[in-house]
């Protein structure tokens, strides 16, 4: 069974463009999780994603956006990227309701210069 | 602010030597996870406690929950090499993680 995965590994953007980052969950996930890893600051809650529908954002501004497709695969978008929305992207994958288990993808490296 | 804390932020065992590693909860837990990472990759699952006292064991990795205390602890017996990475612990919610402990294990 392939697992979670994500495109692109890394990504390299300057300040003020648009970066796209993609999440394919594990067959039969419906549910999608995206995160943020930046450095001294800890995993943070995104968005969550289910049945192509945004259940629940976390605390970050507008221009943080996605959505989830029909075969429940996900985008992030991030508009006016920033210097430090540099960090690493994970996404997530559970099969809903009945998971519990997290699965998590390799993640995508971004860099705002 | 971060809902779980964790504690140590970071530790440096030697090879064969136990370590224990905290998480404590702001808000009332149904239940934790624990997860590992190696640096920049994803998480891996390594268990997770849904009631209070409940103790599980995964090879040399022991966790156990206190509800009462909204408190977890991770206990790595006779540290391997293996075992270095970063350990994080995540709420039941899903939404919250600790902001992880960075574990070297010294040969």
């Known amino acids: 069974e392939a697992g979670v995965t994500q495109s692109p590994t890394h990504l390299i953007k300057t300040r003020g463009q648009q970066a796209t980052l993609r999440c394919s969950p594990i067959s039969g996930h419906t549910s999608v999780y995206w995160y943020q890893q930046a450095l001294g600051l800890g995993l943070q809650f995104l968005l969550w994603y289910d049945e192509g529908e945004e259940r629940n954002r976390g605390n970050f501004p507008p221009r943080f956006s996605g959505r989830q497709f029909p075969n429940y695969s996900s985008e992030l978008n991030v508009n006016a990227l920033e210097l430090e929305d540099s960090a690493l992207y994970l996404c997530?994958?559970?099969?809903?309701?009945?998971?519990?288990?997290?699965?998590f993808g390799p993640g995508t490296r971004l860099t705002v210069t | 602010s971060q809902e779980l804390e964790q504690s140590p932020q970071s530790l440096i065992v030697q090879e064969g030597k136990n370590l224990t590693i905290n998480c404590t909860s702001s808000?009332?837990?149904?239940?934790l996870y624990w997860y590992k990472q190696k640096y920049g990759e994803g998480l891996i699952f390594l268990m997770m406690?849904?009631?209070?006292?409940e103790e599980k064991s995964h090879e040399k990795i022991t966790a156990k929950l206190d509800e009462k205390k909204q408190q977890s602890s991770l206990h790595i017996t006779a540290s391997q090499p293996s075992h270095a990475g970063i350990y994080l612990c995540g709420a039941d919610y899903k939404l919250s993680f600790g902001a992880g402990t960075t574990v070297t294990v010294r040969a």
């Open positions: 808000k009332t837990l149904y239940g």
């Open positions: 406690l849904q009631k209070g006292g």
């Open positions: 997530a994958s559970i099969q809903e309701p009945s998971g519990y288990e997290q699965y």
